[in-house]
């Protein structure tokens, strides 16, 4: 089965700091771009972030300075650290296959997504 697994999502108080993680499983994420997205209550989702299988970052204006995407492909693995978060980060992180023309999108070809995980930034 193929599946993204995303972890690390909590409760954090303006201006710290949380890592996630998405976990590939079922196939080799080595040549894909996988990218992270999010999407607050009420709201339309976004892109957050996105890394290229030759480790080229591209970010979201919005957490630039502030978000770091890396990967891991032996460990089949997107990582992203986030720094100074704001309560505007507040979301469901998940991750997925992305492209990066025109914006930060929702890849096409991998039909797959993960679940999310839960980023609470709040007192």
């Known amino acids: 089965q193929l599946q993204f697994v995303e972890s690390g999502g909590g409760l954090v108080q303006p201006g710290g700091s949380l890592s996630v993680s998405c976990v590939a499983s079922g196939f080799t994420l080595d040549y894909y771009n996988i990218g992270w997205f999010r999407q607050a209550p009420g709201k339309e989702h976004e892109g957050v972030s996105c890394?290229?299988?030759?480790?080229?970052?591209y970010y979201a204006d919005s957490v630039k300075g502030r978000f770091t995407i890396s990967r891991d492909n032996a460990k089949n693995t997107v990582y992203l650290q986030m720094n100074n978060l704001k309560t505007e980060d507040t979301g469901v992180y998940y991750c997925?296959?992305?492209?990066?023309?025109?914006?930060?999108?929702?890849?096409?070809?991998?039909?797959?997504w993960g679940k999310g995980t839960l980023v609470n930034v709040s007192s």
């Open positions: 890394i290229a299988s030759d480790r080229k970052t």
């Open positions: 997925a296959q992305c492209n990066t023309e025109g914006g930060i999108f929702l890849g096409y070809g991998l039909n797959l």
